[in-house]
């Protein structure tokens, strides 16, 4: 599994005007975000192939649409 | 039987028909508040002489025969995160912002039902942790034994239920923060569809993740609050327009014939023995009401919990980003590192989490729903932990420590979906465990309904913590 590594969050937090973040909390962010991204990268090898076309905006629609059990 | 003992909605009937007054009961908290407060730190804040001036008011509101509303002079006490004019939520933490002149809307529907507001809650940091622990607020500790967590985030609502100090309560639940903290203190904890209750004016976290929640002392209770601040809030855009029943009238159907599903992966891997004991022998006592248990297999479980971490952990980051930057070293190691996380997560990463999630709620609806009423697992497949076991800051070890914690909780986060936790019995150690049913969306009432069965068999959620001897 390719990791997200220490100097890499380092850069991106400087980037975001994060100057806090000092090694050892880049360490610990790395690991949560390599186990979140590869949790991604899993579940979309898994999923059906093609583009993902589903606003996020329609999460509420499709949990009322399917809120009544078919009769 | 001291007031504190009856449930809400056996206060609310003795309130309303006189048997005993608004003030008393007020009277009788701030008492046990005064003995258990030094033990459990589940307040962040008692305010005792407001209570008092709106317990006289509900009481002659009584004398004059006035319209009451459904929770009439019971005291409750909430999250610290609900924000109400003239107040500074504490959000749990030192670092917290200020949030403005905002009455939340759950706040302002339990005030319009005849609430009462005790005071404000414990929590954990930023609405961001399991177990209890404030370096800032002091930690919370379980009634149940004070040298084990009361779990979190909403770890001062659970040990204020629990200890009976509030007749009930509302916390926030974006990765099972309102159903650990429950199950770690022998109480109710629902956490509603998402949409089901506004979240206007609650102090956001992960807002496409959050849902305000609810913990009480019986079904009954749990489902007049959720009544109470159910339904569309102009407010909130991602309030749902369905319609909100009323959620006790069904209570009493039973639950002959209903279909209960035990997942036959992922949830029962890794439980406890003493967890998987009583988990099991609760469901034999749903069997023995007539309720039918079919086997389970649920579609992909285990990548849940981690896409829920990327839109929690996106969303807090972009929440928290810019007062972090001027405020860093105000927010405790832990919080402020996995906050943290998301300025390290891609954005197309965050968008396929979202564009995913209405495909993978689909699968998982029409698949299990299918075959059964409810899915039926433990709330927390490991027996309470102590504060000790869980004081890792933020070591490296954080992230199994937390993992372990919301292996069952979380995925139902990401999913949406209504999830109640109910009180079954107690582990080697003496503290209490439960089980967990999840429905399909806006079924909340079907969960409740399993409950109030399973109260009638059982006294679980009856048994209340003494307080330890000096």
């Known amino acids: ?71 | 039987m001291s007031p504190c003992e009856l449930t809400l909605t056996e206060a609310t009937d003795a309130v309303r028909e006189g048997r005993i007054t608004s003030r008393a009961l007020v009277e009788a908290a701030l008492e046990r508040i005064a003995q258990w407060q030094p033990v459990v730190n589940a307040f962040a804040c008692v305010q005792a002489e407001t209570a008092l001036a709106a317990a006289d008011l509900a009481d002659a509101a009584v004398r004059g025969g006035e319209a009451l509303g459904p929770l009439h002079g019971v005291p409750l006490a909430h999250k610290d995160m609900f924000f109400r004019p003239g107040r500074r939520s504490s959000m749990g933490s030192r670092a917290a912002p200020p949030a403005g002149d905002v009455l939340s809307t759950v706040l302002a529907r339990l005030d319009a039902a005849g609430a009462i507001e005790l005071g404000t809650l414990n929590m954990a940091e930023f609405a961001l942790g399991p177990t209890g622990h404030n370096a800032y607020l002091g930690d919370c500790r379980n009634p149940w034994d004070p040298d084990y967590v009361a779990c979190g985030s909403s770890s001062g609502c659970g040990a204020a239920v629990g200890a009976r100090l509030a007749w009930g309560s509302f916390g926030s639940d974006t990765g099972g923060s309102v159903r650990l903290p429950a199950s770690a203190c022998g109480v109710l904890g629902l956490k509603p569809t998402n949409g089901r209750v506004s979240l206007a004016g609650m102090m956001p976290l992960a807002p496409s993740v959050d849902v305000p929640g609810i913990l009480g002392r019986s079904a009954r209770d749990v489902a007049r609050l959720l009544t109470v601040v159910a339904g569309h809030d102009p407010a909130d855009a991602r309030s749902s327009h369905r319609p909100t029943p009323d959620y006790e009238a069904g209570l009493g159907r039973g639950i002959a014939g209903l279909r209960i599903g035990v997942p036959q992966n992922h949830f029962f891997d890794v439980v406890a023995p003493d967890v998987s004991r009583a988990v099991s022998e609760a469901l034999r006592t749903l069997h023995s009401l007539g309720a039918t248990v079919v086997p389970i297999d649920v579609p992909s479980p285990e990548h849940l919990t981690e896409l829920s971490r990327v839109l929690v952990y996106s969303e807090a980051a972009a929440v928290h980003g810019s007062w972090m930057r001027t405020h860093a070293s105000e927010y405790s190691p832990q919080v402020r590192t996995r906050a943290a996380t998301g300025f390290a997560i891609p954005a197309a990463a965050y968008e396929q989490a979202q564009q995913l999630r209405p495909r993978l709620l689909r699968r998982f609806v029409e698949s299990v729903f299918a075959e059964c009423d409810v899915l039926y697992l433990p709330t927390l497949g490991i027996p309470v932990p102590t504060l000790a076991e869980t004081d890792v800051g933020g070591a490296a070890v954080m992230w199994d420590r937390i993992a372990v914690l919301v292996r069952c909780t979380a995925p139902f986060n990401y999913l949406g979906l209504p999830a109640l936790s109910v009180p079954c019995g107690f582990t080697g150690n003496g503290l209490p465990t439960s089980f967990q049913v999840v429905a399909r969306p806006f079924a909340e009432a079907v969960l409740l309904r399993v409950a109030h069965a399973f109260e009638t068999a059982t006294d679980w959620s009856r048994r209340v913590p003494s307080l330890p001897q000096a």
């Open chain 1, 1 to 71: 599994m390719q990791k997200i590594d220490a100097g890499t969050v380092l850069v991106l937090a400087r980037a975001q005007g994060q100057h806090w973040i000092d090694a050892t909390a880049a360490e610990r962010i790395a690991a949560g975000a390599t186990a979140a991204i590869a949790a991604m990268s899993e579940t979309l090898r898994n999923a059906e192939a093609g583009l993902l076309t589903t606003g996020s905006a329609a999460f509420l629609d499709v949990l009322e649409s399917l809120a009544d059990p078919p009769q």
